[in-house]
């Protein structure tokens, strides 16, 4: 896995040749063809598995608000303050716009 800035997507394009597994996104802006940018690096599967289009998306402090993510409560706030079906739905609706900006998987919050 490799980093990247959204706002620079092709810079990692000769580590994607190169074969690397995925790519973690940084940044609070990116593009608005995020998804087209992502197909355009030209990533294949290996055996059938995908690659990782990832992010850091942890809500509160750290905000991610881009090309329509849109804000996210801190895990500590919906812990204490949501029930689990609200924040279900809360990571549905983050799990759809992430997979229209061409992204599969957050690493974020894992156990804070």
Same mark, same amino acid.
């Given at each position: 896995?490799? !980093?990247? &800035? ?24 990116? !593009?608005?063809?995020?998804?087209? #940018? ?6 294949? #599967?290996?055996?059938? /598995? @995908?690659?990782?289009?990832? %992010? ?14 849109? @804000? ?10 949501? %029930? @689990?079906? &609200? /924040?279900?739905? #809360? ?22």
């Amino acid at each position: 896995m490799v !980093p990247a &800035q959204l706002g620079d997507v092709a810079g990692v394009a000769p580590e994607v040749r190169q074969g690397v597994g995925g790519v973690i996104f940084f940044g609070s802006t990116g !593009p608005v063809d995020l998804a087209n #940018q992502i197909a355009a690096l030209g990533k294949d #599967q290996i055996h059938g /598995i @995908p690659d990782f289009e990832s %992010t850091d998306a942890e809500g509160g402090a750290v905000l991610r608000d881009w090309n329509g993510l849109g @804000p996210l409560p801190s895990a500590r706030y919906m812990g204490g303050n949501q %029930t @689990p079906n &609200q /924040i279900r739905a #809360q990571g549905s609706v983050l799990g759809a716009r992430m997979h229209r900006a061409g992204l599969n998987t957050d690493f974020a919050p894992v156990a804070d």
